[in-house]
């Protein structure tokens, strides 16, 4: 029996394993200690915009729109109290961004944080949650980052 994983037609394989791989690390990491190592978030950067350089033809004016939700969130992350989404969670939305562009960014976010909403309700009657309680946002993300890439 052959198990595989479907990829979208035209994406690049060895980079969507890469940022699949990448985020599996980062999820695992995220549930057991709570933060994010910025060097590896980083070097995933920078994989993704050697990648987007030398394959896809990636121009600055297209960084800019790709990842300007990232800056809103950026902004509004400042004005929010501290248990709010992540420096780190960020940086992950903004490889994403720079990766697969604007619409899929977009669709990430939303999946994302609706996976994670669904999660925490069907969670709620076995743990008990509240304002203290910090939850880490990274697998909802490659969640919803592994359903982008595989359908």
Same mark, same amino acid.
């Given at each position: 029996?052959?198990?595989?994983?479907?990829?979208?037609?035209? /994406?690049?394989?060895?980079?969507?394993?890469?940022? !699949?791989?990448?985020?599996?690390? %980062?999820? $695992?990491?995220?549930? %057991?200690?709570?933060?994010?190592?910025?060097?590896?978030?980083?070097?995933?950067?920078? %994989?993704?915009?050697? /990648?987007?350089?030398? $394959? #896809? #033809? %990636?121009?600055?004016?297209?960084?800019?729109?790709?990842?300007?939700?990232?800056?809103?969130?950026?902004?509004?992350? !400042? $004005? !929010?109290?501290?248990?709010?989404? #992540?420096?780190?969670?960020?940086?992950?939305?903004?490889?994403? #961004?720079?990766?697969?562009?604007?619409? /899929?960014?977009? +669709?990430?976010? $939303?999946?994302?944080?609706?996976?994670?909403?669904?999660?925490?309700?069907?969670?709620?009657?076995?743990?008990?949650?509240?304002?203290? +309680? +910090?939850?880490?946002?990274?697998?909802?993300?490659?969640?919803? +980052?592994?359903?982008?890439?595989?359908?």
């Amino acid at each position: 029996m052959i198990c595989c994983i479907v990829i979208k037609e035209g /994406d690049y394989i060895l980079l969507n394993i890469s940022i !699949l791989i990448s985020f599996l690390i %980062l999820s $695992f990491y995220d549930i %057991l200690i709570k933060e994010i190592p910025v060097i590896p978030v980083i070097m995933l950067a920078v %994989l993704v915009c050697f /990648d987007r350089i030398v $394959f #896809g #033809g %990636l121009r600055i004016d297209s960084i800019i729109l790709d990842t300007f939700p990232v800056f809103v969130m950026l902004i509004f992350s !400042l $004005f !929010l109290p501290k248990q709010s989404i #992540g420096a780190g969670d960020i940086y992950l939305f903004a490889v994403i #961004g720079v990766a697969y562009g604007f619409c /899929d960014l977009i +669709t990430v976010i $939303f999946s994302s944080s609706v996976i994670f909403i669904v999660v925490i309700f069907l969670l709620k009657p076995f743990i008990p949650f509240n304002k203290k +309680t +910090t939850v880490g946002f990274v697998p909802f993300i490659s969640i919803s +980052t592994a359903s982008l890439i595989c359908f």
